[in-house]
C-alpha cells in the first residue's frame, strides 16, 4: 500500500518537526551549561545536572561530561586530550559560559545530537 507508506512517512517527518520545535522552545527556559572544574584526569561519579564538568589534572585538560540535555539521564563523556579521537575542544565565552566543538552525537541509546554553544543547547 504505497498511500499508506507516504502517510506514514509524512507523519515521522511532521512528529520529528514537532519534536524539534519543542526542544527549541524547552532550551529557551532551561538555565545555561556552567562549566565546574573537579581536579584529576576522570569525572566524578555524580555531574550535577545543568553542569559541564571539566576533569582538570594539573593544567591539562582530560575530558568534559554532562547529563544528556534530553533527559534521558545518561552522563555524556568528551574527550578533551589531543591524542583523543574523537575529541571535542572547549572554549569558554567572557561570561564563562562552556561551548564545544564538534558537536555532540550519541550513536546508541537515546541517539541526542546538538552543538553546545555559550552554555546553551542547540538540536540539530
Ligand atoms: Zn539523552
Not at 569558554?92 to 543547547?121: Q, T, Y
Request: net charge positive; proline share 9%; hydrophobic share 45%.
Amino acid at each position: 500500500m504505497i498511500l499508506i507508506d507516504i502517510a506514514a512517512k509524512w507523519i515521522r517527518a511532521e512528529y520529528a518537526r514537532w519534536q524539534k520545535r519543542i526542544r527549541g522552545l524547552f532550551e529557551r527556559w532551561r538555565p545555561p551549561f556552567r562549566l565546574q572544574v573537579v581536579d584529576g584526569d576522570s569525572l566524578p561519579p555524580v555531574v550535577p545536572v545543568g553542569a559541564l564538568v571539566l576533569a582538570r589534572d594539573g593544567n591539562e585538560d582530560w575530558c568534559v561530561g554532562m547529563k544528556c540535555p534530553c533527559g534521558c539521564g545518561r552522563t555524556i563523556e568528551l574527550l578533551l586530550i589531543p591524542e583523543a579521537k574523537p575529541r571535542w575542544s572547549l572554549s569558554l565565552d567572557p561570561a564563562g559560559l562552556p561551548s564545544l566543538s564538534p558537536s555532540v552525537f550519541l550513536r546508541d541509546g537515546c541517539r541526542a545530537h546538538f552543538w553546545l554553544r555559550g552554555g546553551r543547547v542547540t538540536w540539530t
